[in-house]
């Protein structure tokens, strides 16, 4: 069975502070996603992440799958108050069974 | 484009009783996928539909199923109601697999069984 543990599971900040998430697995992924997910709502997707040892950024986010593609991190400069919600990780097997699997989220919360 | 959405929004039941929830997904999109989420075990996969067929089936008792129409509309059944089937259903749509099309998720049911 694929799972994917994600730490930590809560972080509470200031604003202004930097902060990393990360999501493991002792299982490869063909690809990896990222969510964010607001109270009443569904999880957005932030981005998909395929290659080992890819870099993606948007705007104060910076997301990197590990190069064995069985990690991947978060991490976010300058955190800022709309930036509070549930992150989630998300991996899309390497069996091509086509369903997501779900790392237990980081429940974040930034501080005016 | 209209989101997906999901129907209803809130539900309680109780203890042996059956429950239908209800997704649109959005226009064009043929396949539904449907998620339990908990606070103890956070999003968990329970089925895929694909033009009216099961793909996958995550591990969850029989007593969840679903089914998918013509119109690419989901509906998840789960019979016999326990306590520990209160949750927040999530349905996502896309155009197709998820290693390869996004999936766009509604907001949830919110399930309360008593």
């Known amino acids: 069975t694929q799972l994917l543990e994600q730490s930590p599971q809560f972080l509470s900040i200031q604003e202004g502070e930097n902060l990393t998430v990360y999501c493991n697995s002792s299982?490869?992924?063909?690809?990896l996603q990222w969510y964010r997910q607001e109270p009443g709502e569904g999880p957005v997707l932030l981005v998909t992440?395929?290659?080992?040892?890819e870099v993606k950024k948007l705007k104060r986010l910076t997301f990197q799958f590990g190069d064995a593609r069985k990690d991947s991190s978060l991490h976010i400069t300058a955190a800022q108050p709309g930036d509070t919600g549930l992150y989630l990780c998300?991996?899309?097997?390497?069996?091509?069974?086509?369903?997501?699997?779900f790392g237990q989220g980081t429940t974040l919360q930034v501080k005016p | 484009k209209a989101g997906v959405t999901q129907t209803p929004r809130y539900l309680i039941k109780t203890r042996g009783q059956q429950v239908t929830l209800s997704c649109s997904p959005i226009?064009?999109?043929?396949?539904v996928s449907w998620y339990q989420q908990t606070p103890g075990q956070g999003l968990q996969f329970l089925f895929e539909?694909?033009?009216?067929?099961?793909?996958n089936k995550g591990n969850f008792p029989g007593r969840f199923s679903g089914r998918q129409f013509s119109n690419s509309r989901s509906e998840m059944n789960v019979s016999t109601l326990e306590l520990g089937d209160s949750a927040l259903y999530l349905c996502?749509?896309?155009?197709?697999?998820?290693?390869?099309?996004?999936?766009?998720f509604g907001p949830g049911t919110r399930l309360t069984v008593t």
């Open positions: 992440v395929v290659t080992g040892g």
């Open positions: 996502a749509s896309s155009l197709g697999h998820v290693s390869v099309y996004e999936q766009y």
């Open positions: 299982s490869v992924f063909s690809s």
């Open positions: 998300a991996g899309v097997g390497s069996s091509n069974t086509g369903k997501l699997i």
């Open positions: 539909y694909f033009s009216e067929t099961q793909r």
């Open positions: 226009s064009g999109h043929r396949s």
